[in-house]
């Protein structure tokens, strides 16, 4: 049973940066890929950044290319991700989550996995981050 908890989310001003961390227990060799989502209301749920479990490849939407990092601490099997510069457009609920169908980086966060398709994809309860002055 895979199980996902996030932290790290707060209110920051704009500039400034947040880490998110994704606790992750249970991944398996069957899970090639995993990533960082975010829904504002009234919004549609988007990939912001998503790393492959296989070879470390990294996916980031257009929005925060150069802004965010995502990384793993594998030893601690923990998903980060590193958010500087944000801006009030980054408000959002942030989750990580995997699924065993999904392969790749890129296509788990251009094709974020549906709420609930367990025992195949899993999701984390979210973190909210609030940028504003």
């Known amino acids: 049973q895979v199980q996902l908890v996030e932290s790290g989310g707060g209110f920051v001003q704009p500039g400034g940066s947040l880490r998110l961390a994704c606790a992750a227990s249970g991944l398996t060799s069957a899970h090639h890929a995993i990533g960082w989502f975010r829904q504002a209301p009234g919004k549609e749920r988007e990939g912001v950044s998503c790393?492959?479990?296989?070879?470390?490849?990294?996916y980031y939407t257009r929005s925060v290319k150069g802004r965010f990092t995502i990384s793993r601490d594998t030893a601690r099997n923990t998903i980060y991700l590193q958010m500087d510069k944000l801006k009030p457009e980054d408000t959002a609920v942030y989750s990580c989550a995997t699924h065993e169908l999904y392969v790749t980086a890129h296509d788990i966060c251009v094709m974020p996995p549906p709420p609930s398709s367990e025992p195949y994809g899993f999701w984390g309860q979210g973190a909210q981050v609030t940028v504003s002055s």
């Open positions: 790393l492959s479990l296989d070879d470390g490849s990294t």
